[in-house]
């Protein structure tokens, strides 16, 4: 079985189990607030242990090259998405922001949204979209060739968009020492149980709700 497959399958498996429990925990009380943390005391689901945030060399909206490594000792969010996307990318950005929002000026984390879509975002494609859904200077969006990108997608078991099947909606936090820490897919994750982890694994203790 390949390595992207089998990693994907794992993924997928941690957090099925954690949204169960999280389910269990939060006893279904209290619509509009955030569901109970699983008995991880997180919300998104587990990534394997050995799943680390491989560094890569790619180019952000501006033309500027970013790497994986200039954020090493730093709390990081890691999205993918496409610009053109019309349902799950404008959503999945907008609960990234809501989060940012909860966690305010003073604890801001660094946002990564790497290309499922290397033909389709062009420059003006992913700088409308960074204004479109005001994540401009909250975001970087990170663009490259499919080589380039594809060491990327293998090491968080993504599968990129396709002629006839949908790209992995996929959003992870990497610690400070550069590991995959826990994982949501698009319809797992909400602002508030983003923005509570970030602060549990930035050393910060989850809001009071």
């Known amino acids: 079985m390949p390595a992207r497959l089998r990693l ?9 189990v954690a949204a169960l429990a999280t389910v269990v925990l939060a006893g279904g009380d209290g619509a509009g607030s955030v569901s109970a943390a699983g008995p991880t005391g997180l919300h998104g689901g587990l990534r394997p242990p050995q799943a680390r945030a ?5 180019r952000d909206q501006d ?5 994986m490594r200039e954020y090493r000792g730093r709390t990081v969010v890691v999205t993918f998405m496409y610009s ?6 404008p959503l999945t950005a907008q609960q990234i922001r809501g989060a940012l929002d909860e966690l305010g000026p003073a604890r801001q984390v660094p946002v990564l949204a790497i290309s499922v879509d290397p033909q389709g975002d062009t420059p003006l494609h992913v700088k ?4 479109e859904q005001h994540v401009r200077g909250r975001m970087r969006y990170l663009v490259g060739t499919r080589a380039q990108l594809a060491p990327v997608w293998r090491a968080y078991g993504v599968q990129p968009q ?10 992870v936090i990497v610690d400070g020492a550069g590991r995959q820490r826990v994982g949501y897919l698009t319809d797992q994750l909400t602002p508030e149980a983003l923005a509570d982890d970030l602060r549990a694994l930035s050393g910060g203790a989850p809001a009071a709700r």
Do not use: I, N
């Open 162 to 171: 396709g002629q006839g099947y949908e790209h992995t909606a996929s959003t």
């Open 8 to 16: 994907t399958l794992v993924v997928a498996v941690v957090a099925l």
């Open 54 to 58: 491989a560094d890569f060399r790619l």
């Open 63 to 67: 033309g500027r090259t970013a790497t």
């Open 128 to 131: 409308r979209f960074l204004l």
């Open 84 to 89: 053109t996307c019309q349902d799950t990318c």
